[in-house]
């Protein structure tokens, strides 16, 4: 049985009475699955959903929470906060745990999910794209938020993909990208079509940086997410690059006080102070986005490199065993040989570019010179 329903009503109760009175109301869904009954349970959404709540309760949300949900109580969530929506300016939707994509749609998985063959999918799972209709029914001209620290490797999209035979090639490895309405923002914990970390900590590196972020007073939305891929990124080695898509159409603000309009209270820096900081923290944005731009093309160009020299290293031994056996059989391995000698020669070439590409990004960044780039 799915560990019981966690609702954190004394937390979100006693951080909502603390909050400042403002005009905007946010209401927010936040979700996080762990204990998987028939896939592979996962260490850290229960404890990124609980801190997930409480960074958003202090930033003046009203949290609706569950974690470790079966399909019957994901349902009644998502129906609870479809109907808190409203009223309310700022929609922001959280989901920690498996989630896997079919034919470019991504779909979230209830602990007690099981999925034999592809009809199994709208019975046992939530669609992302369902959850987003939701939050953008009947609210134009409101803020929509999703944040889906959800690609962990899944063994239930393996199995699926078995079931389906020749039509496996629509289970997709992570999740795909969302087209989404005017005013609605999406943040994936890693780019679409790759696997997530869950992490060797209390939280996975996506959560982390984000909660942290998030309590960053000076921040808009779109600076906080810097902070967030620049986290991940070396939290992650390389491996992980946090994604998002927006259609904004204006900035948003965790934290109330630093929003331009924003009620001044006592101990809060005035309009025009903050104002010239948020100047000055954009400006220091703009220098450092290009710098993440950097990392993240380091860490691409490492990982292709490496992809080639595996190749390379695996195409070298299959011409080792087509001689091998060429020398036992007597048979011709003169169109083998060649072929694979061809797509080696491809990869060589395209090694050859891209390891003084590492060189050059390492050293503008300040980094060591690593020894994949040298060799």
């Given at each position: 049985?799915?560990?019981?329903?966690?609702?954190?009503?004394?937390?979100?109760?006693?951080?909502?009475?603390?909050?400042?009175?403002?005009?905007?109301?946010?209401?927010?869904?936040?979700?996080?699955?762990?204990?998987?009954?028939?896939?592979?349970?996962?260490?850290?959404?229960?404890?990124?959903?609980?801190?997930?709540?409480?960074?958003?309760?202090?930033?003046?949300?009203?949290?609706?929470?569950?974690?470790?949900?079966?399909?019957?109580?994901?349902?009644?969530?998502?129906?609870?906060?479809?109907?808190?929506?409203?009223?309310?300016?700022?929609?922001?939707?959280?989901?920690?745990?498996?989630?896997?994509?079919?034919?470019?749609?991504?779909?979230?998985?209830?602990?007690?999910?099981?999925?034999?063959?592809?009809?199994?999918?709208?019975?046992?799972?939530?669609?992302?794209?369902?959850?987003?209709?939701?939050?953008?029914?009947?609210?134009?001209?409101?803020?929509?938020?999703?944040?889906?620290?959800?690609?962990?490797?899944?063994?239930?999209?393996?199995?699926?993909?078995?079931?389906?035979?020749?039509?496996?090639?629509?289970?997709?490895?992570?999740?795909?990208?969302?087209?989404?309405?005017?005013?609605?923002?999406?943040?994936?914990?890693?780019?679409?079509?790759?696997?997530?970390?869950?992490?060797?900590?209390?939280?996975?590196?996506?959560?982390?940086?984000?909660?942290?972020?998030?309590?960053?007073?000076?921040?808009?939305?779109?600076?906080?997410?810097?902070?967030?891929?620049?986290?991940?990124?070396?939290a992650t080695g390389g491996r992980q690059v946090p994604w998002d898509h927006s259609s904004l159409t204006?900035?948003?603000?965790?934290?109330?006080?630093?929003?331009?309009?924003?009620?001044?209270?006592?101990?809060?820096?005035?309009?025009?102070?903050?104002?010239?900081?948020?100047?000055?923290?954009?400006?220091?944005?703009?220098?450092?986005?290009?710098?993440?731009?950097?990392?993240?093309?380091?860490?691409?160009?490492?990982?292709?490199?490496?992809?080639?020299?595996?190749?390379?290293?695996?195409?070298?031994?299959?011409?080792?065993?087509?001689?091998?056996?060429?020398?036992?059989?007597?048979?011709?391995?003169?169109?083998?040989?060649?072929?694979?000698?061809?797509?080696?020669?491809?990869?060589?070439?395209?090694?050859?570019?891209?390891?003084?590409?590492?060189?050059?990004?390492?050293?503008?960044?300040?980094?060591?010179?690593?020894?994949?780039?040298?060799?």
């Amino acid at each position: 049985m799915p560990r019981t329903v966690l609702l954190l009503t004394t937390l979100v109760t006693s951080l909502l009475f603390a909050a400042p009175a403002m005009a905007e109301k946010r209401v927010a869904l936040v979700i996080g699955n762990g204990a998987y009954v028939k896939s592979s349970a996962l260490a850290n959404p229960v404890n990124d959903a609980t801190e997930m709540a409480k960074a958003l309760a202090e930033a003046g949300f009203e949290v609706i929470a569950g974690l470790d949900l079966d399909k019957r109580t994901f349902d009644i969530k998502v129906r609870d906060f479809a109907r808190a929506l409203g009223d309310a300016d700022v929609a922001l939707f959280y989901y920690a745990g498996h989630a896997l994509q079919v034919s470019g749609r991504n779909y979230l998985v209830p602990v007690d999910a099981s999925m034999e063959r592809e009809r199994d999918l709208d019975f046992e799972t939530v669609g992302v794209d369902f959850v987003l209709r939701q939050m953008e029914i009947d609210r134009e001209n409101k803020t929509n938020l999703v944040f889906l620290d959800s690609c962990r490797d899944n063994p239930l999209a393996r199995n699926l993909a078995r079931s389906m035979g020749t039509r496996s090639a629509s289970v997709s490895q992570g999740l795909a990208q969302v087209q989404t309405g005017v005013g609605t923002f999406i943040a994936y914990s890693t780019q679409p079509g790759n696997v997530a970390l869950d992490g060797s900590g209390t939280n996975s590196p996506f959560t982390a940086a984000l909660v942290k972020g998030m309590r960053a007073s000076e921040r808009n939305l779109t600076s906080v997410m810097v902070e967030v891929r620049k986290d991940v990124l070396a939290a992650t080695g390389g491996r992980q690059v946090p994604w998002d898509h927006s259609s904004l159409t204006g900035d948003f603000f965790f934290q109330r006080v630093a929003a331009p309009g924003a009620l001044v209270q006592p101990g809060v820096p005035a309009a025009s102070d903050v104002q010239k900081r948020l100047e000055d923290l954009e400006r220091e944005l703009q220098r450092k986005t290009d710098q993440t731009g950097k990392v993240v093309e380091l860490a691409q160009a490492k990982e292709r490199l490496r992809q080639l020299m595996e190749a390379n290293q695996d195409d070298q031994r299959r011409i080792f065993d087509v001689q091998r056996d060429h020398r036992r059989s007597g048979s011709d391995s003169f169109q083998d040989i060649s072929r694979l000698q061809i797509a080696m020669v491809r990869r060589s070439q395209e090694i050859s570019k891209l390891r003084p590409r590492i060189a050059e990004l390492e050293a503008e960044l300040g980094l060591p010179s690593s020894a994949a780039a040298s060799k």
